[in-house]
């Protein structure tokens, strides 16, 4: 506790003197005008890259997709986005799966820094944070994020708030408010966001409730596959018990802002209660009838932030800004097993980023940069699988672009060293990854690029020291001191293209695992806990798949526009033990947009195919197709207020989720109507 105090601290105090911190820049001048007409992106990219000239895979979720969006966790806000799926364990835990890979392989940010959460340790476990308090959400898919290094391997989402202002209010104060409801819950949400400015310091206050029942199916829970398995028959139920969730956050921040730059501190509170479904089920095969254990599992997380960041331009030099950012969190979460206190887990810890930020030179572009760590984690009560564990991180890196129009290069290198000092043993690794890039522009619309990059990625606390009862896994799992680094070699082919009425973007990628970390039935069972023992064993692996999303321009009129969008993306995942688990299937998703200034209007139909490549103890799901509807109304011309509404999954289909480890006996909610308004000013 002390020691990551102390690191704040010292981020603080370097921060003070220097006046600088991490945060989103403009892009450079030779990037104007494509800004005007593309994203920019600054996650995996500091110097800031449109996404149409980025040889990474992104996607945004921008303030006007957010202010519409339902209140969700962020696993399932992000899920059907291309290449990316849900863990979807439970309404309030679930945690993005990008191109097949989840847990320590996916990185979830807060304005580029970790959670120092226990979310990664389980899949029942809550990333902690509200999805509602963001300004924008980018996804990055693939390994070639070198900014923050191997526990990136398979992506990133970073989610960035505007805690801490970096511009002042319009008009001296500006935010939002927005509330909606959910009829397949119960759901009910609220929010709230003000800036408002003091002289030279821009204040800001946020508050985020969310609160649902159990959700309704279209068909019993279990599968038809288990109950078969059980020899038993569905009964009448159409709801998944224990999946309610309660959250509740408050936040604000202070910043002075001046001519050459900002410095601001922010502080915010997440406390929520969600059910854990299936955690403690037991089957009663008399009558066929199926029973639970008086009072389900829930858990109880409570998480307190601190972060600092901050922004110094330069006038000369070879660079034209200094950044550097720092966070404290403690983290706490206890498992209740109806009303008792069961397992605890804690998550004390800081995290700092110093950057320095090239000045933009005759196309060329980079950042050097400097990261620490140091997290403090331990578990206490029948389920601590995992012992405690101090864990330590140092990594320098840096990125270069050189971008001449017509053709231009990009390159990374970082070094990493990883220290894991626990009870059951202590290990070191020093990792290095790099990746090469280079993109051509044979006409004004096209971009081709292809990349190669190497990534090393330390095991993790879990895949080390394990050794106990996992229910949420549904297996006894043992660590192995003696894991490597685990290292993918990727290729990535990329491709835009922008004329006119079509947008075209498409990703197809490789990669090869050497020592790649799985989880796997060793055949014993533990005689305590009867569950089947896995082991973390290092195998050969290689994940094969792409992305593609296009849209056209149907029709366009005075600020009035129809159109057409397709999206499709497919992963294909082997090892030397036979195919990986839980790896999605292929999805296709085609919808129709109507925008204008007053109203708003899509259709959507997505289709996800048979996933029957499957692991050991793993069963296959079916093909689903959910169609949903949605629109929005802006009814008053000298107010900005938004009136909005969905119908998803109108069918009320049967649908799996094959990434979650609940596949079988909780499937993805049935037909759901949400209503809300949004009022910003």
Do not use: C
Not at 147 to 152: C, L, T, Y
Not at 528 to 547: I, K
Not at 619 to 637: E, H, I, M, W
């Amino acid at each position: 506790m002390t020691s990551s105090r102390s690191l704040l601290l010292a981020a603080a105090a370097w921060s003070g003197l220097s006046g600088v911190a991490a945060a989103q820049t403009a892009p450079s001048p030779a990037q104007d005008d494509e800004a005007t007409l593309a994203d920019v992106v600054v996650t995996g990219a500091p110097f800031g890259v449109t996404d149409r000239a980025s040889l990474l895979a992104v996607d945004v979720l921008d303030e006007e997709d957010l202010a519409v969006a339902p209140a969700a966790t962020l696993g399932d806000l992000v899920n059907g986005l291309p290449g990316v799926r849900s863990t979807n364990f439970a309404p309030g835990a679930s945690r993005p799966v990008i191109r097949g890979l989840s847990g320590p392989r996916v990185q979830v940010l807060t304005n580029g820094l970790g959670m120092i959460d226990a979310s990664s340790v389980s899949p029942d476990h809550q990333v902690a944070v509200d999805p509602a308090e963001a300004r924008r959400i980018e996804i990055v898919r693939g390994p070639s994020t070198l900014v923050f290094g191997g526990s990136a391997i398979g992506g990133v989402v970073n989610i960035i708030d505007d805690r801490i202002p970096t511009e002042r209010a319009e008009g001296g104060v500006d935010g939002h408010v927005s509330a909606q409801a959910s009829t397949v819950d119960d759901g009910r949400g609220f929010g709230a966001h003000t800036k408002f400015n003091a002289g030279p310091l821009v204040l800001t206050l946020d508050g985020y409730t969310h609160e649902a029942e159990d959700y309704a199916v279209p068909v019993y829970p279990e599968s038809q596959r288990l109950l078969d398995e059980e020899g038993e028959t569905a009964g009448p139920e159409r709801t998944v018990e224990n999946t309610f969730v309660e959250l509740n956050q408050i936040g604000g921040g202070v910043s002075w802002i001046g001519s050459r730059g900002y410095i601001g501190v922010s502080a915010k509170h997440t406390d929520t209660t969600y059910g854990v479904p299936g955690h403690e089920h037991e089957h009663e095969h008399e009558d066929h009838d199926h029973e639970h254990e008086e009072g389900g599992v829930s858990i109880g997380l409570q998480q307190t932030r601190w972060d600092l960041r901050g922004e110094l331009e330069f006038d000369s030099g070879p660079f034209s800004s200094a950044r550097l950012s720092g966070g404290w969190a403690d983290y706490h979460h206890t498992e209740f097993e109806g009303g008792e206190v069961g397992t605890q887990f804690f998550s004390e810890g800081a995290e700092g980023r110093f950057e320095l930020i090239q000045r933009e030179r005759a196309g060329w572009q980079g950042v050097l940069g400097a990261q620490v760590l140091q997290r403090d984690f331990d578990a206490v009560g029948d389920e601590a699988y995992v012992p405690q564990t101090e864990i330590s991180e140092q990594g320098i890196y840096t990125v270069q672009r050189y971008d001449r129009g017509s053709l231009g290069a990009e390159g990374g290198l970082r070094f990493d060293k990883r220290k894991l000092d626990s009870v059951a043993g202590e290990r070191d690794f020093s990792n290095v990854s790099a990746s090469a890039g280079v993109f051509v522009r044979p006409s004004q619309p096209l971009f081709l690029g292809l990349s190669l990059a190497r990534n090393e990625r330390a095991p993790s606390e879990v895949e080390l020291f394990a050794n106990g009862p996992h229910v949420a896994t549904g297996a006894f799992e043992v660590g192995d001191i003696d894991l490597d680094s685990e290292v993918a070699t990727s290729l990535e082919a990329t491709m835009h293209y922008a004329s006119g009425p079509v947008e075209f973007d498409l990703h197809a990628y490789a990669a090869n695992y050497d020592g790649f970390i799985d989880l796997r039935p060793t055949g014993a069972e533990d005689p305590d806990s009867h569950l089947p023992v896995f082991a973390y064993v290092q195998t050969g692996a290689e994940f094969r798949g792409f992305e593609a999303e296009a849209e056209y321009a149907v029709w366009e009129s005075g600020g009035r526009e129809l159109n057409a969008r397709l999206a499709a993306d497919l992963v294909k995942a082997d090892t030397d033990l036979g195919p990986a688990a839980r790896i999605p299937p292929w999805s296709l998703t085609a919808g129709l947009d109507w925008t204008s200034r007053r109203f708003d209007a899509g259709l959507e139909v997505r289709h996800v195919g048979e996933q029957d490549r499957t692991a050991d103890f793993e069963r296959p799901t079916d093909a689903y197709t959910l169609v949903s509807l949605k629109g929005a109304v802006r009814p008053f011309a000298d107010t900005d207020v938004t009136l909005f509404a969905e119908a998803s999954n109108l069918t009320d289909e049967e649908a799996r989720e094959h990434a979650s480890f609940q596949k079988d006996i909780a499937p993805l909610p049935g037909r759901n109507f949400r209503a809300g308004v949004t009022y910003r000013f």
